[in-house]
């Protein structure tokens, strides 16, 4: 709520250390800081890093959606570069927004495939049940999905009984979230465990990571829980689910929003969880677009 007032401190900010470049990450700050330009030197160069692909945040995650089109299609031209977290967010900018390609950059998040499964693998299993476990992890906000996933978790414990799912994160829909859980019954199926420091203990110990969000940009949860080997369901949403599995194809996708067909796909994995543990592999090369010094690389190479 307090965004809308930071454009003189931003203006003030910069014209004391005088940057050669600023770097924005926040698309509420993105929008103000193109702005502020305006107040600055021209020899400052302005990059906006956005985090969602715009459609999807626009419709998900703003109250206002007529003004951040507009902001999107008149503002952000006046970036330097827009750094897009895929290439299908890219798209969405140009097809949607018009905003010129050569002002469009693709750099993925960095995945330290390395680190992950040594904090993921060197913890421990920390589940008590023999399961089959279950794990999802973000923030408990709509746009990722969990209620879907609570939904389809009901038809999935009529078939396997013993079907347990773990909730890793906290949201504003933590509360909401765990009245639905009472409300179908899943009590004894359904653990939430708010932030944890090490969740990757969790993912590497899983029989199955599903990823059931309305909308996505590049999720970092999925790509760190194939480089933990454990066998990946993710929702076919707005954002780079396909562009992901074209490059893995151990990724299975199910429709977005369609908890029946979530619940179909949950079951199946989970009953051919021998041939997927086979069939799934840690980090391999194809993920070197991922590789954190390639990633810094490629800032670097903007600034």
Known sequence: ??????????????RKIKPQTILSTVPYLNAMSIVARLFLPASVRLLVREAATPSAF???DTRYPRLWRFLYRRIYPHADKVICLSDSMRQDFAENFFLPPENLVR???PVDGEMIQ???RG???PYTSAGPNLVVAGRLRREKGIDLLLDAMRTVIQIIPNARLTILGEGQDEARLKA???RLGLNQNVDFLGFVQNPWVHVANA???VLPSRAEGLPNSLLESLALGTPVLA?????AMRELQSMDPRIILFPAENPAAMADAIVSALRNTKEAEAHNKPYSRQYDEFNPQRVAEQYSALF
């Open 1 to 14: 709520s307090r965004m809308r007032y930071c454009l003189p401190g931003i203006v003030r900010l910069v």
């Open 58 to 60: 626009i419709a998900e």
């Open 107 to 109: 750099i993925y998040n």
């Open 118 to 120: 040594r904090l993921g």
């Open 123 to 125: 913890a421990g299993n």
């Open 180 to 182: 639905q859980a009472h």
């Open 207 to 209: 029989d199955l990571f």
């Open 235 to 239: 929702s076919d949403c707005v954002g």
